[in-house]
Structure formats: C-alpha cells, structure tokens
C-alpha cells in the first residue's frame, strides 16, 4: 500500500552530484530536458534509446545504448552499473511500453543491485488519499478518447509498482505539459489537478530529480504542477509537441 504525501510543498532544488543514473524515456518531452539537468547536477547517465541519433546531447558523462525498453537485455544492459532509475516512458500510440518496459526494469533492477525508482505518468492514475476529483474523471475520459489502451496500461504499471516489495518507488503524476523551463515555484502532494492543470517539462523534470534522492517519497505518488501565473525561469527547451508524447 503506497504511503500517502502529507500534503502540497514545494520542492528542494536537485541533490548535486555522483549517482550513475538509469534513464528511460530520455528522448521524450521530459527527457529532454531531464537529461541536461541531470548531468548538470553532476551525475553520470545510461540512456537507453531506440534512436541513439534523437539523443541532442553529448557529454563525457553520457553512456547511450541503443535498444528498446521491451527488450530485457538492452535494459539490464542500461541498468548496469548504475544505482538509480528513471523512467518517462510511453504515450498516445505507445501506450504498450509503459507497463510492459516498466516490468523490464523492476525485474532487471535487484540483479544490477538497484533498488531505486522513479517513473512519471499522467494524474489520471488514483492512489489511495486521492480527492474526489472530477478534474481526474475528466481527463479519464479524454484519453480513453485518444489511446484506448493508454488509461488501462498504466493503471497496470501502477498496480505493479504498488504490489512491488523490493523496489523503492516514486511515481510523479503530472497533469498537461506545456513547454517551459524550471519555474522554481512547483507545488507537490496530493491535489485537485484538471485539465486545466498545467506543468512545465522543466518543472516535471526538476521534481524527479529532487525526488530521485529524497527518501520520504519513496512509496508515494505525489502530483506536481506548475504556479498558473509565474513564468518559467528557464527558456522552453523541447519544440512544441503533443503532451503526452513520451519515448522509449
């Protein structure tokens, strides 16, 4: 049973430095963004990716393996070595990734030693503590309209993590991602998003990287959003694309 997050807070700033992070989904909208910032917080990172040439970054601390989330050894072959995961995976038109890639990881995760997790999907998923929030059953129904396959996948990848007993988890929950940077201002814990909700990918990717080391989210599945009116305090960095989209 996930732990509730005791209400809404600001998040810390990232923990800098010296982890060897496992990234899937880093050729997505948060991706692109979450992959500089991790390396600019001093952490090393293998990058699973289907196109290798779709990763825009290159750094010394940047290890890319080509290969597919739903193919087991190219993702114990990202996890090697590391001790941390990070998973953006899966959107409309890919929705089979997300459960089927996130069980890849968390079966390839106690060989490679690692223990934790954190994987970002939509506020649609409900968890225990959750308002009666009509916001969620709205956005339910938009994307059961998209990806008919999109709502029942993830709950089964939310199932699993919830059933995990040896896996230290975070799910992040984000409600539509706009193009932005990291505002400095993002509220988490358990909210009343809708679609008029809103978050920057930097902002998303600002969360889980606070998150990735912090321990009092382990077992929980707070939701972020972004202040309605402030503006991001970095330029946009991915080219306006559909919300959803993800990659693996």
Not at 60 to 88: E, H, K, M, W, Y
Not at 165 to 170: L, S, V
Request: aromatic fraction near 4%; include cysteine.
């Amino acid at each position: 049973m996930p732990q509730k997050w005791d209400g809404a807070a600001e998040i810390p700033a990232p923990t800098i430095g010296g982890m060897k992070i496992a990234m899937f989904g880093g050729t997505g909208n948060v991706g692109r963004v979450l992959l500089p910032m991790t390396l600019e917080a001093g952490h090393q990172v293998n990058l699973l990716a289907r196109t290798p040439s779709a990763v825009q970054r290159q750094d010394p601390a940047l290890t890319v393996i080509r290969g597919d989330a739903l193919n087991p050894d190219t993702v114990a072959q990202t996890l090697d070595g590391c001790q941390a995961a990070v998973s953006a995976l899966g959107g409309f038109g890919d929705a089979n990734v997300i459960d089927a890639g996130t069980a890849n990881i968390m079966a390839a995760m106690p060989d490679s030693g690692i223990t934790r997790l954190v994987v970002v999907q939509g506020y649609h998923l409900p968890f225990p503590g959750d308002p009666d929030n009509i916001g969620q059953r709205l956005v339910n129904i938009y994307l059961n309209l998209n990806d008919r396959d999109l709502v029942p996948r993830s709950r089964a990848m939310a199932q699993l993590l919830q059933r995990s007993t040896d896996i230290d988890w975070t799910l992040v929950r984000v409600p539509r991602m706009v193009p932005g940077g990291p505002t400095g201002a993002v509220t988490t814990g358990i909210l009343r998003l809708g679609p008029w909700s809103k978050v920057t990918f930097g902002d998303a990717a600002a969360t889980v990287l606070s998150m990735l080391t912090d321990p009092r989210t382990t077992h929980t599945a707070p939701m972020v959003r972004s202040p309605r009116t402030s503006k991001p305090a970095v330029a946009p960095t991915p080219p306006a694309t559909d919300s959803m989209r993800q990659s693996h």
